[in-house]
């Protein structure tokens, strides 16, 4: 099958315009004679020249431009190579690099220098290639962090943390989950993050409870419970438990499915988050869970709070346990944190205080 090189503009009502680099060397610039003609004074005549090396890879080499041609806002000194989900830049005019199978301007001619300072445009995602290499498993890792019992301190359970370590991208899975949101790819990385350390977690505590994250925008997606039960056909002896994020809390009907779903691949599942926004009362009465994580904010710093707030959290503790469901506080940093959860009735803890995020190889 032939495999055609593109280049992804937006044109000014913002759709997404693919322009095939259909032979090399592909010229783009002002001039009619080019391969890609781009009519805007930020490009120089003749720009820059995509060719190919000995080996077949595409490269790219800026003509002598006046305005400059970047690749992942870099500007090219030299000819460089290329790699699909690349960002370039000539001039100010943004393009990404793809691939898929099978008029002169008015005024003198001459290029107008864009002015110093002005940012490059921002149509598409810097790093997206490096990206999408993580969600294809590179640089993909994971930590877990310990739950234990709050009285006797024995390990329970172990929540699965995505993690990543890719030379170029963030090791953070905040900042990651940032980038995933400016590329729509929040549910994939979520996935990725699930399957890679379900997987590498199986390997060290065969048959231990495992607390897995999902993200909102995957949690009532039939796609998300049949990677589950593909998790189960490929042999991930776990004993999961699904935390389920308090936005979707609220859709009744839809988690009193998902509950009943998880029930029948023999998972269970925890309402994570709770008390962050609403206490979500309602809803955590109409489909309990086995387990309610109390969100950091109403743990961090109890044993030092109003007398006030202790009595709401011990109220919310016993409403847990009416419910038939185990209550777990996160964020317990202190020795002073934990008693005051084991005064109130907390089942589990889980914290600095008992133990950081570890990477999986450690375990």
Same mark, same amino acid.
């Given at each position: 099958m032939t495999?055609?090189?593109?280049?992804?503009?937006?044109?000014?009502?913002?759709?997404?315009?693919?322009?095939?680099?259909?032979?090399l060397p592909f010229t783009?610039?002002?001039?009619?004679?080019?391969?890609?003609?781009?009519?805007?004074?930020?490009?120089?005549?003749?720009?820059?020249?995509?060719?190919?090396d000995a080996g077949g890879a595409l490269v790219i080499a800026d003509l002598g431009s006046t305005n400059g041609t970047f690749v992942n806002r870099e500007r090219l000194t030299a000819p460089r190579r290329l790699a699909e989900h690349d960002?370039?830049?000539f001039g100010n005019a943004e393009f990404r690099l793809g691939r898929r199978a099978g008029a002169e301007l008015p005024g003198d001619g001459r290029t107008q220098l864009v002015p110093p300072g002005t940012a490059l445009a921002s149509h598409f995602v810097p790093h997206e290639r490096e990206f999408m290499e993580l969600l294809a498993g590179q640089g993909l890792t994971g930590a877990l962090q310990r739950i234990v019992d709050a009285r006797s301190g024995v390990p329970f359970a172990y929540e699965l943390l995505g993690r990543a370590a890719h030379p170029v991208l963030p090791a953070s899975p905040v900042h990651l989950f940032h980038l995933a949101e400016r590329l729509g790819?929040?549910?994939?990385?979520?996935?990725?993050?699930?399957?890679?350390?379900?997987?590498?977690?199986?390997?060290?505590?065969?048959?231990?409870?495992?607390?897995?994250?999902?993200?909102?925008?995957?949690?009532?997606?039939?796609? +998300?419970? @049949? =990677?589950?039960? %593909? !998790?189960?056909?490929? *042999?991930?002896?776990?004993?999961?438990v699904v935390e389920v994020h308090e936005s979707a809390v609220m859709e009744v009907a839809r988690m009193r499915e998902l509950a009943a779903r998880l029930a029948a691949?023999?998972?269970?599942?925890?309402?994570?988050? +709770?008390? @962050? =926004?609403?206490? %979500? !009362?309602?809803?955590? *009465?109409?489909?309990?869970?086995?387990?309610?994580?109390?969100?950091?904010?109403?743990?961090?710093?109890?044993?030092?709070?109003?007398?006030?707030?202790?009595?709401?959290?011990?109220?919310?503790?016993?409403?847990?346990?009416?419910l038939g469901a185990v209550a777990l506080a996160e964020g317990v940093e202190t020795e002073g944190e934990a008693r005051v959860c084991r005064e109130l009735g907390f089942d589990l803890i889980q914290g600095y205080l008992t133990g950081r995020p570890l990477p999986i190889a450690q375990f």
């Open positions: 495999v055609v090189w593109t280049l992804e503009g937006v044109a000014a009502d913002g759709s997404h315009v693919l322009h095939d680099v259909v032979a783009i610039g002002r001039d009619a004679g080019n391969h890609l003609v781009v009519p805007a004074l930020g490009l120089s005549r003749r720009h820059a020249e995509l060719t190919a960002v370039i830049h790819l929040e549910v994939e990385l979520s996935c990725a993050f699930r399957d890679h350390g379900l997987k590498a977690a199986a390997e060290r505590l065969a048959g231990k409870t495992v607390f897995v994250n999902t993200h909102p925008k995957e949690t009532f997606e039939p796609a +998300f419970l @049949a =990677g589950l039960e %593909r !998790l189960r056909h490929e *042999g991930v002896d776990l004993q999961l691949l023999g998972m269970r599942f925890a309402y994570d988050d +709770f008390g @962050a =926004g609403q206490a %979500r !009362l309602n809803e955590l *009465g109409e489909v309990p869970a086995h387990f309610v994580k109390f969100d950091m904010g109403l743990v961090r710093g109890i044993d030092e709070a109003p007398a006030t707030k202790v009595k709401v959290v011990g109220d919310l503790v016993r409403l847990v346990h009416e």
